[in-house]
């Protein structure tokens, strides 16, 4: 279930740097990227659990047994299909974005040529694939059934199963928006800019203005 978890929080980021570079390249509108994608990896959740339920209550039944780890073996497949689908609408929006670099406003040049920016796009790149390699093997383990050898190799699992969630783990932890996409607080929940909270924020001719209505 952690890949589903990680994943969404990658297609909340992806949406907020629609927001900050341009959402004009985007082949989606951004407030979508998430709604989508997250629904997909919940129905992915529900067929994965769906079929270890079916699988754990067979009791001995290996026709059920075996149609259980069938259903999780569909929501794999289905986890890894969106996760397809979104890393092609995220290429295809840095493209895009690539080729208009030159055409970005000030403030989305500033953000893109910026170090921090940088360095946080590779961190949710890297954890993008190593969420994207757990799920392929997860499908390669489940496709032979619950005896496959791959199920049964301790080492294979915990490197392309632990090991791929901690380092996901680890470089979204390290490399976190809050100090290498602040930007990202300047947008609320579904993608729009943030609305003023206090008024110490708001300038003299706005509270005059609002004093006036």
Same mark, same amino acid.
């Given at each position: 279930?952690?890949?589903?978890?990680?994943?969404?929080?990658?297609?909340?980021?992806?949406?907020?740097?629609?927001?900050?570079?341009?959402?004009?390249?985007?082949?989606?509108?951004?407030?979508?990227?998430?709604?989508?994608?997250?629904?997909?990896? =919940?129905?992915?959740?529900?067929?994965?659990?769906?079929?270890?339920?079916?699988? !754990? &209550? %067979?009791?001995? $039944?290996? +026709?059920?047994?075996?149609?259980?780890?069938?259903?999780?073996?569909?929501?794999?497949?289905?986890?890894?299909?969106?996760?397809?689908?979104?890393?092609?609408?995220?290429?295809?929006? =840095?493209?895009?974005?690539?080729?208009?670099?030159?055409?970005?406003?000030?403030? !989305? &040049? %500033?953000?893109? $040529?910026? +170090?921090?920016?940088?360095?946080?796009?590779?961190?949710?790149?890297?954890?993008?694939?190593?969420?994207?390699?757990?799920?392929?093997?997860?499908?390669?383990?489940?496709?032979?059934?619950?005896?496959?050898?791959?199920?049964?190799?301790?080492?294979?699992?915990?490197?392309?199963?632990?090991?791929?969630?901690?380092?996901?783990?680890?470089?979204?932890?390290?490399?976190?928006?809050?100090?290498?996409?602040?930007?990202?607080?300047?947008?609320?929940?579904?993608?729009?800019?943030?609305?003023?909270?206090?008024?110490?924020?708001?300038?003299?001719?706005?509270?005059?203005?609002?004093?006036?209505?």
């Amino acid at each position: 279930m952690a890949p589903a978890f990680l994943a969404a929080g990658i297609y909340l980021t992806l949406m907020h740097m629609v927001n900050t570079l341009g959402t004009q390249y985007s082949p989606i509108s951004p407030k979508f990227y998430p709604w989508i994608f997250i629904s997909c990896d =919940f129905l992915s959740l529900v067929l994965q659990a769906a079929g270890g339920a079916t699988a !754990a &209550t %067979a009791k001995g $039944n290996t +026709t059920l047994s075996s149609d259980g780890g069938y259903v999780m073996l569909a929501g794999i497949v289905w986890q890894v299909f969106t996760l397809m689908v979104f890393g092609g609408l995220c290429g295809e929006y =840095f493209r895009r974005v690539y080729v208009n670099r030159y055409n970005l406003t000030s403030s !989305a &040049t %500033a953000v893109f $040529n910026g +170090t921090k920016f940088r360095l946080f796009v590779t961190a949710v790149a890297i954890a993008f694939t190593t969420i994207f390699v757990r799920c392929v093997f997860r499908i390669a383990e489940l496709a032979d059934g619950w005896k496959s050898s791959i199920m049964q190799n301790e080492v294979e699992f915990i490197v392309f199963d632990g090991v791929m969630c901690l380092i996901a783990v680890l470089v979204l932890t390290i490399f976190c928006q809050g100090q290498y996409f602040p930007q990202m607080q300047e947008h609320n929940s579904v993608g729009r800019p943030a609305i003023v909270r206090h008024s110490s924020d708001l300038s003299g001719s706005d509270i005059e203005a609002a004093t006036e209505k």
